[in-house]
């Protein structure tokens, strides 16, 4: 398999992973995945017209969606109009998902809290009963939190 065959695969791979990651629409994903992939400083919105094929709406459309998700920014060249689209900060990119994934595990431990302060005060025999199965899940999670807080950490300290 020589190398272009090889990235057209990857990129396929990276769409599908983007598109179940994020719930983006395929075109969406496969632009965002040649963005990843493209060894050039951005692509023009020609290049993704002539790369996936698609209408100049569908393509517009599509790199609208990113640009407002904030997974790529745009550059322009002096003495020259068109726009380069490229993945935003890929450190960002990482910190931004770590910080989503955070987010949710610091959503789960509040709502943890409160059934159990709710058992607690209206079923003390399930609060009991069920008080050494919480504190390892919860452990899990601040364990989990503590690894995401520490990751973020030292992606912001690359850019520094």
């Given at each position: 398999?020589?190398?272009?065959?090889?990235?057209?695969?990857?990129?396929?791979d990276l769409?599908i992973?983007?598109?179940?990651?994020?719930?983006?629409a395929p075109?969406?994903?496969?632009i965002?995945a040649?963005?990843v992939m493209t060894?050039?400083?951005?692509l023009?919105?020609?290049?993704?017209l002539?790369?996936?094929?698609?209408?100049?709406?569908?393509?517009?459309t599509s790199?609208?969606?990113l640009?407002?998700?904030?997974?790529?920014?745009y550059?322009?060249?002096?003495?020259?109009r068109?726009?380069y689209?490229?993945?935003a900060?890929?450190?960002?990119?990482?910190?931004?998902?770590?910080?989503?994934?955070?987010?949710?595990?610091?959503?789960e431990?509040?709502?943890m809290?409160?059934?159990?302060a709710?058992?607690k005060?209206?079923?003390?025999?399930?609060f009991?009963?069920?008080?050494?199965?919480?504190k390892i899940?919860?452990?899990?999670?601040?364990?989990n939190?503590?690894i995401?807080?520490?990751?973020i950490?030292?992606?912001?300290?690359?850019?520094?």
């Open positions: 398999m020589d190398k272009e065959e090889y990235r057209r695969e990857l990129i396929e769409g992973h983007f598109e179940n990651e994020y719930s983006l075109l969406s994903a496969r965002f040649s963005l060894e050039e400083d951005g023009t919105f020609d290049d993704c002539t790369r996936r094929g698609a209408s100049k709406s569908s393509i517009s790199l609208n969606l640009l407002q998700m904030g997974f790529i920014k550059f322009t060249k002096s003495r020259d068109k726009r689209y490229t993945v900060e890929k450190d960002s990119f990482m910190v931004k998902k770590l910080s989503r994934a955070l987010k949710q595990l610091e959503n431990e509040k709502i809290d409160k059934v159990a709710y058992n005060k209206f079923n003390p025999e399930k009991k009963s069920t008080q050494k199965m919480k899940y919860m452990t899990c999670l601040k364990e939190k503590d995401f807080q520490k990751t950490n030292q992606l912001n300290a690359l850019k520094e």
